[in-house]
């Protein structure tokens, strides 16, 4: 089992940056690709980014690319989520997930309770 706790959202402007940070329990995270999705009000949660057990591989959704980075503290059981240059188009509840290397939802095993990103215009 992994409890996975997001933290780091809130409110920012267009332009802006936010780092969420996703700290894992237990002592099996560094056996679990890590992932982050978003949802917006009325879409479909999607893929924002993913990351091997190492660290040496990752992987962007187009819409974020070159503007947001994942890593992961295996040390500190933590992955993160740096995001740059933020747009309104961001905003969305956050929620990270440990399983796979993957771009699907359904290859993750475990889920966090999400963290909320408003970006205003």
């Known amino acids: 089992q992994v409890q996975l706790i997001e933290s780091g959202g809130g409110l920012v402007q267009a332009g802006g940056s936010l780092r969420l940070s996703c700290a894992a329990s237990g002592r099996t995270f560094i056996t679990y690709s890590m992932g982050w999705f978003r949802q917006a009000p009325g879409k479909e949660r999607e893929f924002v980014a993913t990351i091997t057990r190492s660290g040496g591989m990752t992987a962007y959704a187009d819409s974020v690319k070159g503007r947001f980075t994942i890593s992961r503290d295996n040390a500190k059981n933590t992955v993160y989520l740096q995001m740059n240059s933020l747009k309104p188009e961001d905003t969305a509840v956050y929620y990270c997930?440990?399983?796979?290397?993957?771009?699907?939802?359904?290859?993750?095993?475990?889920w966090g309770q999400g963290t909320q990103v408003t970006v205003s215009s």
């Open positions: 997930a440990a399983g796979g290397y993957s771009s699907y939802s359904r290859d993750y095993d475990y």
